[in-house]
């Protein structure tokens, strides 16, 4: 797995093209709504999942993203995406793998889901229900729908064979309270979008 130049971890091609597969087969009417994602980077995710870009919204804490997010996200803000609005229907991030921020970003999307009635996706590590945050701050969290396990480990250099580990798609789906694993095919990611998540991760070989 190649490593980061300044410990910045962007969501894999791989691991987001398995999740567009997955809604274009069970929820199709999704990818046609607006979607947010409150901790975009560069705004990789949603541009990996095809939403037009006029339905994107996102929002990135560090500013020396900002130039890149812009051109994926024409209304991208740079800010704490745990307190500005969300102007979306459904919600796709991949937050910090600190367990507290996760616990955090999840609890903010289930309250935007009861406003809003769409789908929140999130990549987690498959360890995350087992965190001490999880038993502390996060008691009392819906469970997800539904958790999706990428054929691919998440590698973040965009190779889809790294050595990080195991992740998951953890999906609430509304009104929906029992949760459900499926397993997901191997992804094909377009090789302009794995070429740009390369640059723009700062890999180092």
């Known amino acids: ?20 597969a997955f809604l274009a087969r069970r929820y199709p009417s999704s990818l046609r709504e607006s979607w947010i ?18 339905l994107r919204e996102a929002i990135e804490q560090e500013p020396r993203h900002r130039q890149e997010l812009l051109r994926r996200v024409p209304t991208g803000r740079i800010g704490d995406g ?4 969300w102007p979306a229907v459904n919600v796709g991030m991949n937050p910090p793998f600190d367990n507290d921020l996760m616990v ?9 889901q009861e406003r809003t009635g769409g789908l929140i996706c999130c990549l987690a ?16 969290l819906r469970r997800p729908s539904l958790v999706l396990v ?11 064979r790294g050595d990080m580990r195991a ?8 009104g929906v309270t029992s949760t459900t694993v499926h397993w997901l095919p191997p992804a ?3 090789a302009q979008l794995i070429a740009a998540h390369r640059r723009l991760a700062g890999v180092v070989s």
């Open 82 to 85: 745990l307190t500005l609005p």
């Open 104 to 112: 955090a970003f999840v609890r903010r999307a289930l309250v935007h």
């Open 37 to 54: 994602d409150p901790c975009a980077g560069y705004g990789g995710l949603l541009e990996a999942l095809l939403i037009p870009p006029h």
């Open 167 to 174: 992740i998951d798609w953890l999906v609430w789906v509304p």
């Open 1 to 20: 797995m190649g490593k980061r130049l300044d410990g910045y971890y962007p969501t894999d091609p791989y691991a987001t093209d398995a999740l567009r």
């Open 125 to 140: 590590l498959a360890t995350f229900w087992h965190s001490d945050a999880m038993r502390t701050r996060g008691a009392g």
């Open 150 to 160: 990428p054929d691919q480990r998440v590698s973040c250099d965009g190779t889809g």
């Open 188 to 190: 094909a990611p377009d």
